[in-house]
């Protein structure tokens, strides 16, 4: 199963089933758990489906290869780059005018031509999306890896506003569809021209700096491993689809601890009164039964907006777990405290921007920016009595005090009363110690965790929660 050479600086494989292993090893890197049976699968795929059609066989590589759900889109990347440089045709040397392509764009997508759009894609990359040397209308010369060349999707889609053209798209479309759904329709094929500019970046600068090199560093993180504090909004909208599966696999977790942990210290008068039998020698401890209960759960959530995003994903994550406590009460905070748990409703998802209508209607903030002192200070005297010694306590926030006094006395106290106290901070660790960060005082009094995305949040949920 012989295939050409790959484009790039590296050395090409010989064959498809080295392609294959590099593809499933990269595919490991970026958090895809393809093991040796499904990598042979895969190869037996590639055999059945044959190689004529790229579509056909990428769907079903996929579904050998894939288990979650948010890997998708990282296998499509990866799969574009190991099954379709190869196959890349020269690129178009002539300049175009952005009116032409807006003009080319907007017919193609009014008639939904898949072919015509990708090759639009490939134009107006050529036109608009070239820099340090490459593109129609750059001087000739040769472009090597080091000269910072290179090809851009944002560059492409920030000259070329699609977004823009949607009015004249529903113009173009069939008239017997309803307004709303032409626009839903519209808006769809606008994503899917920018994913398509975006892989014929990708192809094209792994023409120039080796597919894996792009592999490594050019390919979007998939749902679960992108920063709570970096994503965008398509992002956090992928996220909040994550969190009812994986709500239920917590929760199962949870309940299969809880079912395990059905007893506990050692009952020593009876088993003394036992061990009678083997001449006072205690052969076979007994156990005290122990009560079965749920814990109590309280929440107290950094609101301000640096961190709005892990703050909503956090709490609706907490919520869909509600079932697993006796009590989940939810206080949120800016530069005050105040209690939100009647702005979720159990079994529902909150809607998006439920952070932002919170921030409004709720007694959170004074003055806007963040206070932990004033806030901690403001559970203390208003909601200590929802501490107890059945309680943990989950604090969510960045601990950036804005310079303010950190009122470790009044975190102290929460921590005292309440029986388990966890934080989780979306920064990297290595910045818990910068700028007006207290995250390092503040870990000495309350066990931090690093919770950066959704990977780990799932993480660290699952460990610390009590069962």
């Known amino acids: 199963m012989t295939s050409p050479e790959r484009n790039g600086p590296e050395q090409p494989a010989d064959t498809m089933t080295d392609r294959l292993v590099d593809f499933v090893g990269l595919l490991r ?161 606008i994503r899917e021209f920018r994913t398509a500019v975006q892989t014929e970046a990708r192809l094209r600068s792994a023409q120039l700096r080796g597919t894996e090199y792009i592999a490594r560093r050019g390919v979007e993180s998939s749902a679960d491993r992108v920063d709570f504090l970096g994503a965008r909004t398509e992002d956090l909208a992928e996220m909040r689809r994550l969190v009812n599966p994986l709500a239920r696999k917590l929760a199962t977790r949870l309940a299969a601890r809880r079912r395990k942990a059905v007893r506990g210290q050692i009952d020593m008068r009876r088993t003394l009164r036992r061990s009678m039998a083997t001449g006072g020698v205690p052969i076979d401890p007994v156990l005290r039964a122990r009560r ?51 702005f979720f409703t159990p079994g529902e998802p909150p809607a998006p921007g439920a952070t932002a209508r919170i921030v409004r209607d709720a007694n959170v903030a004074r003055f806007g920016s963040s206070n932990y002192g004033e806030a901690f200070q403001g559970f203390v005297d208003s909601y200590l009595d929802a501490l107890g010694p059945r309680t943990s306590l989950l604090i969510l926030g960045d601990a950036r005090t804005n310079r303010t006094d950190p009122n470790l006395p009044a975190l102290q106290t929460m921590s005292d009363r309440a029986k388990h106290a966890y934080w989780l901070n979306p920064e990297p660790a290595r910045s818990w110690s910068t700028g007006d960060s207290a995250a390092h005082v503040f870990a000495e009094h309350v066990t931090m965790h690093e919770c950066r995305n959704v990977k780990q949040l799932a993480e660290v949920i699952g460990r610390l929660l009590p069962a």
Not at 90 to 112: M, W
């Open 29 to 189: 890197e970026h958090g895809i758990s393809a093991g040796p049976s499904e990598t042979i699968d895969a190869a037996q795929a590639m055999l059945a489906l044959g190689l004529s059609d790229r579509n056909r066989l990428r769907s079903g590589m996929a579904a050998c290869l894939l288990r979650r759900n948010g890997q998708r889109a990282v296998f499509d990347q990866l799969f574009d780059l190991y099954f379709l440089t190869a196959e890349q045709p020269a690129i178009p040397s002539v300049a175009e005018s952005i009116d032409d392509l807006r003009d080319s764009l907007v017919d193609a997508l009014a008639r939904d031509d898949s072919a015509a759009v990708t090759e639009i894609a490939r134009r107006a990359l050529t036109t608009l999306g070239g820099y340090g040397g490459v593109g129609a209308g750059a001087p000739s010369r040769p472009v090597t890896t080091a000269s910072g060349a290179g090809w851009s999707s944002y560059l492409t889609m920030k000259s070329l506003r699609p977004a823009e053209l949607i009015d004249r798209i529903i113009e173009g479309m069939s008239p017997d569809l309803d307004t709303t759904v032409r626009t839903i329709e519209a808006d769809r094929r």
């Open 292 to 342: 079965h209960g749920r814990p109590d759960l309280v929440v107290l959530a950094d609101l301000s907006g640096s961190v709005t995003g892990f703050a909503e994903f956090t709490l609706q994550l907490v919520q869909a777990l509600q079932d697993q406590f006796s009590k989940v009460r939810s206080f949120g905070f800016i530069d005050t405290c105040d209690e939100i748990t009647g």
